[in-house]
């Protein structure tokens, strides 16, 4: 399939009648799949009212379909066409966060999406992108999108375009390039269909800033699975892996260094995960700086590129140091804990 290529400068102002935009928001309209940036990572988006459409969303990414996607919207409005109800909660965060990095899941209103969206549930995953770009793309198409991150299934989601052309190049009718993505990672879904708001997945809103705004929410306790236990043999976790296998190794530098030094004195060929502050203390076959240390948001940033980037070296393992979990580091350790497939041993 040839991709239409599309780009958008950063100093213009992005709205639903810039060129681009509506010949993009045309294949969107005729059930065809788009990529377009988000502030979190690149989204695959096409019309969540076609199954026809969101067919080939599954397809392109080789995702199981049993796993549902988000709809995006671009305007609270539209919201009331595809839920059952608003929790008081909901719209607490939806007033607080939308447009903006958190998925909120809702009741959905019967026969209005295509079920494959859902996968068959009686909920849907709802969220308002905080992006120009995005939010012209949806208001050109005047549909819900349904958009996954625009990566192979088990790959690092993309928050570049190139990531987005490594992955799907030749799969999908198109991409717009907005440049890089600012947040990093994937948006927090949580889940408003019960008496206490429940994180899903952490992201871009951390869990200190939904509390503020809502009061009490949990945490999905299959999160915290593997967290500083050894890995559970035959427990397969493939998502955002870089190709060599990756261990997180929490400790001091100077012991993750010891370990490097076992597997280059074994033959192998090692690669470190380390941050800026961190970076020229190590010796090893790939050093790569995830941002700052002392500022986690930067470490979010540049988290997918970092885990891509591996894959163009020829490393036979990853050591990667670990990260506080307040704030957005709750997203990188549990992306970076899949990453790992929930490998993680500390220092003795
Ligand atoms: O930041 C993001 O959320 C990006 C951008 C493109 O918006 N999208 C994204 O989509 O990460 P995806 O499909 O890669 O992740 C969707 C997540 C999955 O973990 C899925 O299981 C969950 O949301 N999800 C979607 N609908 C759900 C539902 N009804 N109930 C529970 N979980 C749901
Ligand atoms: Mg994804």
């Not at 400790?251 to 502050?277: C, F, H, M, P, Y």
Request: glycine share 8%; hydrophobic share 40%.
């Amino acid at each position: 399939m040839k991709m239409n290529y599309w780009t958008v400068e950063n100093n213009v102002d992005i709205n639903e009648s810039c060129p681009q935009i509506v010949e993009a928001s045309q294949f969107i309209k005729n059930n065809e799949v788009v990529a377009f940036p988000t502030e979190t990572v690149y989204g695959l988006g096409a019309n969540a009212k076609s199954d026809e459409a969101v067919d080939k969303i599954f397809a392109a990414k080789g995702r199981p379909s049993d796993n549902p996607l988000i709809v995006h919207i671009s305007n609270k409005d539209q919201l009331n066409e595809l839920v059952s109800g608003i929790p008081d909660a909901a719209q607490t965060l939806m007033n607080k966060f939308w447009p903006g990095p958190l998925t909120i899941i809702f009741n959905k209103r019967e026969g209005v999406l295509s079920e494959k969206v859902t996968a068959g549930l009686d909920s849907v995953g709802i969220r308002m992108p905080d992006h120009p770009v995005a939010l012209a793309l949806i208001e050109a198409a005047d549909l819900p999108v349904a958009a996954p991150s625009a990566n192979v299934s088990g790959r690092p989601s993309p928050t570049a375009a190139n990531h987005v052309t490594q992955d799907l190049d030749g799969k999908i009718s198109g991409i717009i390039d907005g440049g890089e993505t600012g947040v990093g990672v994937e948006s927090t879904v949580v889940d408003c269909t019960s008496e206490i708001p429940v994180i899903l997945r952490p992201g871009g809103v951390t869990r200190e800033q939904l509390e503020e705004a809502a009061g009490p929410v949990e945490v999905d306790p299959s999160l915290a699975k593997g967290e500083g236990a050894p890995k559970s043999p035959g427990m397969k976790y493939t998502h955002y892996a870089p190709d060599a296998p990756m261990i997180l190794a929490e400790g001091t530098k100077e012991w993750v260094q010891s370990l490097i030094d076992e597997k280059r004195n074994a033959g192998l060929k090692a690669g470190v995960l380390t941050t800026e502050e961190n970076k020229n203390f190590y010796q090893a076959d790939k050093i790569l700086a995830c941002g700052f240390r002392s500022d986690l948001n930067s470490v979010a940033h540049s988290l997918y590129d970092v885990l891509r980037s591996f894959n163009e070296s020829d490393v036979d393992i990853i050591f990667s140091e670990t990260f506080p979990t307040d704030g957005v580091g709750m997203a990188v350790m549990n992306r970076l804990q899949k990453a790992a497939g929930h490998n993680l041993i500390k220092e003795s």
